[in-house]
């Protein structure tokens, strides 16, 4: 184990192999746009970000109804550039409807009027373009909860299932321009209910399943929700989590919220679907009683509309006629909120074509997920890595493999038999949870671990402590993760130890750490590794292509190699914030106030001499120290 906490003077701790960088998405988008080096490809994507972003359109096979006349233009300023333009191109709405916030299409009467975007609706790109033999009968989503329930959707399923909820959110009379909360876990119906609320042209508003009361109901105004999706609760180790009468008490305030959608998280039972005959009977018999529904829908939801919902307990069969909205590229597609250091959560817009383009570029990038690659997040919904996770996949016709609870419970290898039983990929994980990980394989060398059921060749594979007379594996050894090809991780700085323990004992200094900065207002990364680069340990190799990133001091000057100071993006990007949901002027003080025409992140930042990048922290959480400027980041790796 290395024990240094010096984030500078890391060694190159991997280096991609030439089969690694011959079967990269990223060397075949390289030879796409006839270049032959991450450096020139590099250079290509900053020099010109509008024909970079077509490429990478074309890359992933976007496809817009109808097309677009101009990708992008800043003629009215970088900091609010028009994408996607198309003045003459017409977008029939709904009657009666009017998309609130973004700009895009609007509609009076029954009227169509033009759209300042081209036509798109991203579910197109996420579901029904892989309703092809080759494809539709592939796995879309995998999910496992912590109870032991497992369930896997073909892309043809999880269109079925879309088109299903979809259709009972236009009975609701939801449609064009609607928020529509999600507050669920990480369950099949959370996927869905995403892309059925994108699908009808409304707006999704996903909020964290653990929130507060005064959490879920200060978002749900802001939006002026329509409605909101729900649970019964999930469990976490073990013990239930009540989600509906902590949903009843955030709405019961919220004036325009008129209906909730119930999800009975109860009915994932430990049998995989279809549920026995008798789970199926009880529920049934749950759900028409009529003293049952007149509780929800009388005392907890204070007469609201109720729909209970459910992916696959129901009969589901092919819409009659499709629930497909006509959206512009640029119509509102979701509001993710995100606390700031300082100050009330924000509410960041994206787009159609913003947030799920960026995210599957970064996912095709980065973490080289193509059609059929299993990779998986330990996420929430209310987290940007949720959306990310959905859109990014399925863009790329990837599989969204999710669990559903305490990572290790009940046993510490939870997580590892999650990854051996469904053969993931690409593992998304933080250096919290990695610190976590660890330390409960040390806790499992005190005492011996039960390893009956364990093959002779499994244990004969592990890298074994030899305590008293037995060979006790690591949690991480139990199981066969020979199907992972690399990790990944976001969202915190990491820090030496962890990363060292995750890269040597359970990737066996054989996976690469993809590690990836970036947040909300970014769709995606800032900075991130890829395949064809070295990697040191708890560093970025380069910027996301496409990302004119810098690092300047407090005069806006560039700084050298070694030096810490603001980092920073100079030119637009296909994922940037389409602004703060109607608060135009916090979101331009927020980060385009500090130098002119250029974003500011609030992260320090520094690079070394050979070019790795490192985010310190924000840059308003800094401590001085000794007359020098201190992240948090090197003072936790000193107290890790």
């Not at 919220?257 to 008798?278: C, F, G, N, Q």
């Not at 011996?448 to 890298?463: D, F």
């Not at 790795?612 to 959480?621: E, K, Q, T, V, Y």
Request: glycine share 10%; with cysteine.
């Amino acid at each position: 184990m290395h024990d240094t906490n010096l984030l500078e003077d890391q060694p190159i701790a991997w280096t991609p192999t030439p089969d690694i960088i011959e079967r990269a998405r990223l060397t075949k988008f390289m030879r796409q746009v006839g270049v032959s080096s991450w450096n020139e490809l590099y250079e290509f994507s900053i020099r010109d970000v509008e024909k970079f972003t077509e490429e990478v359109i074309r890359f992933l096979d976007i496809k817009f109804d109808a097309p677009y006349e101009k990708l992008l233009d800043t003629s009215d300023g970088v900091e609010y550039p028009a994408w996607f333009r198309s003045g003459d191109t017409l977008v029939p709405n709904e009657p009666g409807r009017r998309i609130a916030g973004l700009g895009g299409g609007t509609a009076d009467g029954d009227r169509s009027v033009p759209a300042t975007s081209a036509g798109l609706n991203i579910t197109e790109m996420c579901l029904d373009r892989w309703q092809t033999d080759e494809m539709k009968d592939l796995p879309a989503l995998i999910w496992e909860g912590e109870e032991g329930g497992a369930r896997t959707l073909t892309y043809a399923e999880l269109m079925r299932a879309v088109e299903d909820c979809a259709e009972k959110l236009c009975d609701l009379e939801l449609g064009l321009g609607d928020a529509v909360g999600i507050h669920l876990p990480m369950i099949p119906e959370t996927v869905v209910a995403l892309l059925a609320i994108n699908r009808i042209g409304a707006i999704a508003v996903p909020v964290f399943s653990g929130y507060g009361i005064d959490a879920i109901s200060s978002r749900m105004e802001a939006v002026e929700a329509k409605a909101m999706f729900t649970g019964d609760g999930f469990p976490r180790r073990g013990k239930p989590f009540d989600m509906l009468s902590v949903a009843a008490r955030a709405v019961a305030n919220v004036e325009t919220l008129k209906s909730v959608i119930i999800v009975e998280r109860s009915s994932h039972a430990a049998d995989d679907p279809p549920a026995s005959t008798d789970h199926v009977e009880a529920r049934e018999r749950k759900r028409n009683d009529a003293r049952y529904y007149d509780h929800l829908k009388n005392d907890l939801f204070l007469g609201r509309k109720i729909a209970l919902w459910g992916v696959g307990r129901d009969t589901i069969a092919f819409c009659e006629t499709s629930t497909l909205a006509q959206t512009a590229a640029e119509d509102p597609l979701i509001i993710l909120y995100t606390s700031g250091t300082t100050g009330k959560p924000k509410g960041i817009a994206h787009t159609h074509a913003s947030f799920p383009i960026k995210a599957a570029q970064d996912m095709a990038f980065g973490t080289d997920v193509g059609r059929g690659t299993r990779i998986s997040w330990y996420t929430d919904i209310g987290w940007m890595m949720g959306p990310w996770l959905i859109y990014g996949a399925l863009i790329n016709g990837a599989t969204i493999c999710i669990y559903d609870g305490a990572p290790d419970y009940p046993t510490p290898d939870r997580m590892w038999d999650f990854c051996a039983k469904h053969k993931v990929e690409v593992l998304g994980i933080s250096p919290t949870l990695v610190r976590g990980l660890a330390a409960a394989e040390e806790r499992s060398g005190d005492t011996p671990v039960p390893i009956g059921g364990l093959s002779t060749e499994t244990l004969a594979g592990c890298r074994s402590d030899v305590r008293g007379d037995k060979s006790v594996p690591a949690p991480f050894e139990r199981h066969d993760l020979s199907s992972l090809r690399m990790f990944a991780s976001t969202g915190e700085p990491w820090n030496p130890a962890p990363w060292w323990w995750l890269f040597e004992k359970v990737g066996n200094s054989k996976l690469p750490i993809i590690n990836y900065s970036g947040g909300t207002e970014i769709s995606g990364g800032i900075l991130m590794g890829n395949p064809l680069l070295p990697i040191k340990p708890c560093s970025f190799p380069a910027p996301c292509p496409g990302m004119d990133v810098d690092i300047l001091d407090e005069n806006g000057r560039s700084v050298g190699p070694g030096k810490v100071g603001e980092l920073v993006i100079k030119q637009p990007w296909i994922g940037m914030a389409r602004g703060f949901w109607q608060e135009r002027e916090r979101y331009l003080e927020t980060y385009w106030s500090r130098f002119p025409g250029i974003w500011v992140h609030g992260d320090w930042a520094m690079r070394d001499n050979d070019g790795h990048w490192f985010i310190l922290g924000r840059s308003d959480d800094t401590l001085k120290v000794a007359g020098k400027r201190v992240g948090p980041a090197e003072v936790e790796s000193l107290l890790v």
